[in-house]
């Protein structure tokens, strides 16, 4: 259906490169036809705001609908390894339920105090600002927008090394990119992270506001559809 649809397309918006490849590898576009990459929906930089990182013990922050696709049993799992060595460290949750066996898995860790399940928010902004670390281990996204929140708000940033994920992270510069449903590589990036001096933390820090600033800015994006259009009309 995709390939009935855009064989005359003049253009062809891709929100991440790996879908971009598989289209033209799979022959849904043409090689011929122009193509555009824009950084996901964006977010507005103006709405999340760059904080300094709490100077306090690290809170990692997971904002996802739960489903095992977003990565939320690597995500407990990860955070039951590295309770066992780091007791003050916590791991934080928002989201809602969609099945009942997700339900049962996430009241359970949250009753063993492994993370602290804050259900579904409306304004997740004061979650992020109160978090030294930004984790969705998805197994693929269209842009990851909650990872572009996170680098907004200034939060470095751990995630999968795939695709609609991998886009937003320079991996060691703004965060760390671990292994698809593998709890064991999460845990030791997350572990990784930990262990960082303060001074690296603030640069990661910096690092992903600055990249909010200059590739995921919504009004950048918003500012490229516009151009195409003139250029088309």
């Given amino acids: 259906l995709n390939k009935i649809a855009f064989k005359n397309a003049l253009r062809v918006f891709f929100m991440n490169k790996d879908n971009k490849e598989f289209y033209i590898e799979k022959g849904i576009v043409s090689r011929n036809t122009k193509i555009e990459l824009v950084n996901g929906s964006g977010v507005n930089t103006n709405v999340f705001l760059y904080t300094p990182l709490p100077d ?7 904002v996802a609908r739960l489903i095992k696709d977003k990565g939320v049993i690597e995500y407990i799992e990860a955070a039951r390894i590295l309770k066992q060595k780091n007791e003050n460290v916590e791991f934080q949750l928002i989201g809602s ?13 949250n009753k063993e105090k492994i993370i602290q399940f804050l259900g579904r928010q409306a304004d997740v902004k004061s979650f992020y600002q109160k978090c030294t670390c930004v984790v969705l281990p998805s197994y693929g996204e269209g842009c990851g927008s909650v990872l572009q929140e996170g680098a907004a708000s200034g939060r470095p940033l751990i995630t999968c090394d795939t695709f609609g994920c991998r886009d937003n992270v320079v991996d060691g510069v703004n965060g760390f990119l671990c292994k698809v449903a593998d709890k064991e590589s ?25 990249m909010a600033e200059e590739i995921f800015s919504r009004d950048r994006i918003i500012e490229k559809y516009i151009n195409v259009i003139n250029d088309l009309c």
């Avoid at 306090?56 to 997971?62: P, Q």
């Avoid at 339920?97 to 860790?109: F, P, R, S, T």
Wanted: no cysteine; proline share 0%.
């Fill in 186 to 210: 999460l845990a030791s990036v997350m572990g990784k992270y930990i262990n960082l001096s303060k001074e690296e933390k603030r640069l990661m820090s910096e690092s992903s506001r600055k």
């Fill in 97 to 109: 339920y969609e099945d009942e066996d997700m339900k049962n898995l996430v009241d359970k860790a």
């Fill in 56 to 62: 306090a013990t690290d809170r990692f922050l997971m």
